[in-house]
């Protein structure tokens, strides 16, 4: 057989090539307008991925429901959306054959309390560990209500189709209402949408089956999905891989595999903490991988971690992966897909941020907002800076967002 290499093509099950290996996975942008389109500086900044060589673009967060944002200047995609402003922002974004692909999301009760008093979840149970106060108690879910979000995400998926996107992608982890769906700690509904993991997953498979409905067998539809929630009473690796077969078999055409919630933020990136031997491979959910490997034969994503062209792969030659996921290296250095194909040896170090006082380096969340405001300097048309202050960053959050800035944040 003839070896997998970071530039080698991949096709999908419903004939869509992929042109490489790499795959920008979903990071927060901000770069909504008052109306919550998309602005001109998305187009700027996934154009640099697109020429940097990325395979598969996918963007940050875009919200199925402007009432239910996960941040103040998230995207939405609806019928009120500016289906014009998204198609230049595609056209930009699959400039030489990349791909690019809609990251379509619910937050559920992730919302932060100045922009919900009363969220909706599976259940009315309050995030815990700190949270309590950054984010209000949401009420449960009718199952009027929980049909008519399905419904939702299945309009979104049908207009990111009608304004360019190559695909979707579900969000399914991080701890938003699909990962909130899916987890016994938030989940603890006792209709056909709670209780055992057969129920707990339906949404998720409902979601799946009313986009699929409206966007046909031939557009690819994935979904990036936790490994576990790492939480006592949550989502475990083993009721992910459940979930996992189960898509796999309703015909999921790409699996992104992460992990964690805003309770215990495994996904962040940071190198801190991180074992020795999962930091010599690399990637932080390869274990996990590998054994879903054994499962389903549907390409798989692993996000998390890569820093080196050897790593990489690495990571392809273990069969546990089909590509490559990339996230805060390519805020960094937008053209790293192109450089890692040219030279076996390329490595890339990262920065951790600190402003030197670990309170306000957790209150502005600077291990993600410092990454952020290099996507909105590429969005002016500017390089990314190594040696941006974290104290800019700072400033950068509140002026960007004022009182939301100290507000718990995605990833």
């Not at 992929?18 to 927060?28: H, V």
């Not at 900044?45 to 941040?71: F, P, Q, T």
């Not at 996904?267 to 054994?294: I, N, P």
């Not at 490559?324 to 192109?338: K, Q, S, T, V, W």
């Amino acid at each position: 057989m003839t070896k997998t290499t970071l530039n080698t093509p991949l096709e999908l099950k419903g004939g869509v090539t992929i042109r490489n290996r790499f795959f920008k996975s979903a990071m927060s942008e901000q770069l909504g307008d008052d109306n919550h389109n998309p602005r001109m500086g998305l187009a700027t900044v996934y154009k640099r991925w697109a020429d940097g060589g990325i395979g598969l673009n996918v963007s940050g967060n875009i919200m199925i429901d402007r009432s239910a944002l996960g941040e103040p200047k998230n995207v939405v995609l609806d019928e009120k959306s500016d289906l014009e402003a998204f198609r230049r922002w595609t056209s930009a974004a699959t400039t030489g054959g990349a791909h690019f692909w809609a990251q379509l999301n619910h937050p559920g009760k992730q919302i932060p309390a100045l922009l919900s008093k009363e969220p909706v979840a599976p259940s009315a149970i309050a995030l815990g560990h700190g949270l309590e106060k950054a984010f209000n108690k949401p009420r449960a879910l009718t199952e009027k209500e929980i049909l008519g979000i399905i419904r939702r995400f299945a309009t979104a998926a049908k207009l990111a189709k009608e304004s360019g996107f190559t695909g979707v992608q579900i969000h399914g982890a991080h701890g938003y209402l699909v990962s909130q769906f899916n987890s016994a700690r938030h989940n603890q509904r006792t209709d056909q949408w709670g209780g055992t993991m057969e129920n707990r997953m339906r949404f998720v498979l409902e979601v799946y089956k009313a986009i699929r409905e409206q966007v046909g067998d031939d557009f690819p539809v994935g979904i990036k999905l936790n490994s576990a929630d790492f939480m006592k009473g949550g989502f475990t690796e083993e009721e992910s891989m459940q979930v996992v077969k189960a898509l796999a078999e309703a015909g999921i055409d790409l699996i992104e595999i992460s992990g964690g919630t805003y309770e215990n933020p495994s996904m962040m990136g940071s190198q801190k903490g991180v074992k020795e031997s999962t930091r010599r491979r690399e990637a932080y959910f390869l274990a996990y991988a590998e054994q879903v490997r054994q499962l389903v034969d549907t390409p798989l994503v692993v996000t998390g971690g890569f820093r080196s062209s050897e790593g990489m792969q690495e990571a392809l030659d273990s069969g546990a992966t089909d590509m490559i996921g990339l996230a805060r290296p390519l805020a960094f250095e937008p053209d790293m897909p192109n450089k890692a194909m040219n030279n076996a040896d390329y490595t890339i170090e990262l920065k951790e941020p600190s402003t030197g006082f670990k309170g306000i380096d957790q209150m502005f969340v600077l291990g993600l907002v410092w990454y952020e405001q290099q996507i909105h300097l590429m969005a002016e048309g500017k390089s990314p800076k190594a040696n941006l202050s974290a104290w800019s960053t700072v400033w950068f959050s509140l002026m960007g967002m004022g009182k939301h800035a100290i507000k718990k944040r995605r990833a």
